[in-house]
């Protein structure tokens, strides 16, 4: 893969904004008059690091990935907005995406003027490289992956994902939002074999931090530095990295989390599937699941009459009458079951 074909010219040619912080780092300074800060109201009043150098020396140990392959964004939706920035031309360049998959993808393509190009997958939402390949042209710069996929919940066959990362002559976004969950060998391991692949993680769902917005791109140093070069320079505020940092010592814990959840995943796929408005459980390997049900709009409709919000995916293609329910604890989840086994047929 030749990185230079691939990047936009105003992109790969861009001078990037120089801020004090990235100026002036280490060194032993102790009077700071270059950023025009105010001198009161520490440690709020100081830009934060604009390269997160200590809380990207912590992914790198828990990820092990090297800290030059890490980029942190404003969520993985600010990396997902970013590299439609740095490789496609807009109104000229096309992406493809298996469908139904995030929503973020096709947002975010349409707003950067990007043709978006979803690929079916099939009925049991399985990935078909060839089927995905055959909608690429020499305009396909970016191919979007989820796994494990949202909505569906299934991981795609890791087979079929290197097969495009060997054949797409182009970037391929592996989207592991939900890989905490899942058993499945994570992609992040495979950098040095594919310089075209970029990983995304968060500390969104598994690591229940939604609130503070982290998410993290994992790519060769070479894919890094673009992305770098085109972010806000302050792109993660003190206090997100300050609670990141916090939650990564918290390992154990949200590891005995993630334990309970997929316990919880079994006992309540397996009680949902016997209800008589189930028609199927799909398969998964997230924290929630996708279930065919009878009626899903007046299902959804009723749950939020007993003040249980769920997900109506039913028009969503390949998800017809499919509600799409996350995993809570185990009393929500018993407010879930005894709310269903209530419902009036
Ligand atoms: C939830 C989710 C994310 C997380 O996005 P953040 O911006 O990091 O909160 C990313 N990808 C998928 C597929 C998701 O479902």
Redesign the pocket.
Known sequence: MVLQELIRPNIWNLTPYSCARQEYSDGDATVFLDANESPYHSPLNRYPDPLQRELKREISRLKGVAEDCVFLGN???EAIDLVLRIFCEPRQDNVVAISPS?GMYEVAANINNVEYRPVLLSESFSLSANKLLAATDRHTKLAFL?SPN?PTGNSLSHEEVEKVLRRFNGIVVV?E??GDFSCEKPFREELQEHDNLIV?N?L??AWAS?AI?L?MAFASPQIISFMNRVKYPYNISLPTQREALEVLKHRTEVEQWVRLILRERERVTAAFARLPLCQKVFPTDANFFLARVDGAESIYRYLISRGIVVRDRSRVRLCQECLRITIGTPEENDALLKALNDYPR
């Open positions: 969520g993985s939706d995030y989820c949202n989207d939002a939900y995304l968060t969104s769902k939604a917005r998410g």
